[in-house]
């Protein structure tokens, strides 16, 4: 196939594709957009053992990389994809993640984020097990991986608009062998929007070419401003062509192994979903309506739990939204299938207002992000998800940010004038479009809520003299990621899991609520600290292999709360330690999972400490997540308030104004706080102020002198 007409080579590389062996090809590619330098890097033995694939690949390719001074827009920053050994499986469902890995531009420090999509196992079957982007180009720039030739172009892109909905189409159309839609779905791209360039919240977008609806889907690697260090670097897209897939593409040890296992959970979820989560039917959104009632669902900048309205953007309504009335996967064989779109939504505002677009959502966290804004408007909440995901967006850290101001606007921090005219209080849907569109415009307060909660508490604090100690209680953001969609003021275990995770406020290391809060299953502080020590390995060990998290736990066996510990779903980690051994050959056991998994996380936890975070400081959390802040907070709950007083504290609230009761539970709290750090550094083998000691490195093998001599120095 010719280079699609228009699109210049800049540089390029031919290669013979090596397929996969055993879930790895064996090699990465390095591309430096900059130079238009290419190389093939080996995997080596050691970096399979040490660091398994997905997150693992991208940090120890991204460690080799920058220095402890490399900051996410100097050219030496990388943008790693990889998927992991499992990833491109079709037996087991949710074998299709991508994980991407960078410098962010909101917390300065390491992310990863990751995706569905079918871009990770199409690079896989193109040759590559990852793919590592450096430098920085001068003009847009397309990346293109062409399995099925054997070529890497570097291509200066002539497309101007390079909102994802507009480019990803133009794109898996242009670089397909033909028009027949078998062919376009043998392309995958990668792209972002013009939100992310003027924003540091950018988000990447995986596609899809969806058979069904012949048309291009996309998934988001949503957290920590990826997209943006792709657009600093001026990449528009990535292009993968894969040859043709089926169930030994990933040549795995043993088909027939994970054939068997699969077909057991295939079972499951086609006889348990609709009466579980449903998620074939209506997702993640399924969660609106429980969040609510358990008083978890964030509204008004999570001052609160519930809302009388919540029924508005609750399940039932998304379902009849959703299109075609059928279970939508976002890789092949996922048989959970819960990627569902909404057909045909006719655009009310901004630059393609009129048009009718699919909208590729929304999920839980998009949904409850505008229920933060006070909006319950289901229109609002499409409208809201296509032109972040289009622009290239995160929804959570958009909402959440504009939430902080809408809460700033409501306390007379921020009024219209410093708004540039914009009514910025809770429930203005329309203002909180304009400001969306302002991002992608780069002009307005828009690049201003962009630059993430953190850069605005300083910003509001030195322009205009708003209360530092106030912005910093009530600003949802921890490591300077702002928080995902739940309320956890009554659960100190999910306390911990925001706070703690490495990327920053993020649920995807732990969820804990229901065990911690509502079963009280982890009552001390050494089970909460138990708890997150299992849990972040456990899952940070889907995105080391390329699995999605939720067939894990979002469908049940029928038996599974028979089971001794029924919150880690012990037949589902059986089946994982048949995938891995179906794919790789190498027979593992639950506890050898969870040691993979432990090997990269205080590698990455290391990462941290190198580039100036990983520390007790950075662990910290706004009081918001904690308990209430305000008076107005406290009252709202105060019969619940009262009781912790006199149960937790020891204090008979009896005779004292709201003012002192708020202070003295903000007293225990922060407290609770601290005793659960020390908890989960001494179960986690880390010191006092959160560096994992050598004995640590060397027990799990890690103990490289490159890795040691970081956490001596720190030390010293
Ligand atoms: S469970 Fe949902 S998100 Fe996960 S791979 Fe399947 S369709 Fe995608």
Redesign the pocket.
Known sequence: MSTPTGYRVIAEMAYEPNRPERGYTGETLYVNVGTGAMETRPVTDRMKEVFIGGRGFGLWRLWNAVEPTTTWDDPANEIVISSGPVGGTTAY?????SIVVSLSPLTGNVIDSNA?GYFGPYLKFAGWDAIELQGKSDENVVVFVDGKNGLIQLLACPETDINTHVLAERLMRAFADSDAPRDIAAVSTVTTGAGAQNTRMGCLNLSFFDLKREAVRV?QAGRGGTGTVFRDKRIAAIVVKSPAVNAASNRPADVSRLQEVGKRINKEILELDASQCD?RRV?TAHLVEIMDEYDLLPTHNFKYGSHPDAGKIASSVWREKFGQNM?????LG??????HAVDDFELKTGPYKGQKVLVDGPEYETAAGCSNLGVYDPGFVLEANFYCDTYGIDTISFTTGLAFVMECFENGILDAEKTGGLDLRFGNGDAALEVLHQMARGEGFGPIVGEGIRRMKTRFAEEYGADPGFLRDIGMEAKGLEYSEYVTKESLAMQGGYGLALKGAQHDEAWLIFMDMVNNQIPTFVDKAEALHYFPMWRTWFGLVGH????WN?IEPADNAQTAEPAKVPEHVANYCEVFAGVTGTEVKPEDLILQSERVYNFQRVFGVRMGFGTREHDAIPYRSAGPVTVEEYESRAERYDGQLVEKVGIGPAGMSTEEKVKAMRDYRESQYEQLIDAVYKRRGWNEVGIPTVEKLQELGIDFPEVVEVVRTRLK
Request: net charge positive; proline share 12%.
């Open positions: 469902p949710g074998s299709g993640k569905g998934k998620m997702g279970p939508d996967g976002c890789w996922c048989t959970m299938s819960c990627s999605c998290k939720l067939p979002d």
